[in-house]
Nanobody
């Protein structure tokens, strides 16, 4: 059974930084084979794609609103994916969820429908 567990959320001021982490359980199969991503969901809004990284970490993809501010990375030895968020804005406030795609490419994160999800971590940015 695959399990993803996020951490690192919190309450910060605009302009601050946060680093989110998401660890996949060891019993969840080979972490290295899959693309991973981060999504977010604000109250009353649909879940939104934020960032994706391919199986090897060499290809990343971001939604336009976070380009230049957020960086996704992965450590396959630790079965962990990260999201470094800099220059946070109030509009970044949301529950952030990590996802494991069913394939190895960033397109599998963005377009796929068979994701495994973590439980989410709250990020709140005050103005």
């Amino acid at each position: 059974q695959v399990q993803l567990s996020e951490s690192g959320g919190g309450l910060v001021q605009a302009g601050d930084s946060l680093r989110l982490s998401c660890k996949m359980s060891v019993s969840g199969g080979n972490f290295n084979n899959y693309a991973l991503g981060w999504f977010r969901q604000a109250p009353g809004k649909e879940r939104q794609f934020v960032a994706a990284i391919n199986w090897g970490g060499g290809v990343t993809y971001y939604t336009d609103s976070v380009k230049g501010r957020f960086t996704i990375g992965r450590d396959n030895a630790k079965s962990t994916v990260y999201l470094q968020m800099n220059n946070l804005k109030p509009e970044d406030t949301a529950v952030y969820l990590c996802a494991r795609a069913s394939g190895s490419a960033t397109t599998d994160v963005v377009q796929g429908t068979s994701h495994i999800w973590g439980q989410g971590t709250q990020v709140t940015v005050s103005s």
